[in-house]
């Protein structure tokens, strides 16, 4: 994860949550980003959504028969980020879509994962940090990304370090071992962009209580995700 994002993919079917995925990738790119708005039709009597960013000269409209899933991450293996709603026409379980969590497992490329009634720019992002070595710690290029979005102002990057409940010297030892995983991650990083200020914060709740409640404050949470040698997601804070 990381350089510019010159290119985007985003699946639609119509529904009201996938539309909001549209105006956010419109809103959140500057004019030099193409997006392609992918329709995938089980059916081949299905037609496709009336969408009303079609007329937009950066916005290209496809429709193609497959499955959505499979169809939307071959999109992205040509694209710098794949976006879909939350919820899309399907019946999903829980917060998330069926087929957006099976996108965020399968994907290659970034995924943007859009909810919310409106669409806004990121002008504050949260990076969830990972405690792991810099050659295989997917938080890093996490924060690159978060660099790379155009506007972004604050970027908080958070580590979990999991004291709740923990006595006084493992909470201090706890707190010491946080603070030298978030600088060791924001240091990997790179150079901070001109106008973007970094802060760098410790939690003491389990990762995915410390990104929702950080988030509730933010614009969007950027998390890197743990794959194996096929490239399916395994890291369970990402989902």
Known sequence: MGGVVRS???????????MVAVEWALA??????????????EHPAA??????????????????????VAALVAAG???DLLVVGRTGSGNGVGPMGATAVDVVRTARCPVAVVGGPWPRRARHVVVGAADLPADRNPSIGAVRF????????????????????????????????????LAAVVGAAGQVPAGVTIRQAT?????????????????????GSRTDEAGIVRGSISL
């Open 77 to 79: 293996r040509d694209a």
């Open 146 to 181: 978060a660099y790379t979005l155009p506007g972004v102002e604050v970027v908080d990057v958070v580590h979990a370090c999991g004291a709740t409940g923990c006595d006084p010297d493992e909470i201090d030892e706890l707190h010491r071992r946080s603070g030298s995983v």
């Open 28 to 41: 959140e790119f500057p004019d030099v980003v193409d997006v392609e708005v992918l329709h995938v039709r």
């Open 8 to 18: 985007v993919v985003v699946g639609s079917d119509g529904s009201p949550g996938s």
């Open 203 to 223: 939690s003491p709740d389990a990762a995915d209580v410390a990104l929702v409640a950080a988030s509730r404050s933010a614009d969007l949470v950027v998390v």
């Open 47 to 68: 037609a496709p959504p009336q969408l009303p960013a079609h007329d937009h000269p950066r916005v290209r409209v496809r429709s193609e028969l497959g499955e959505p």
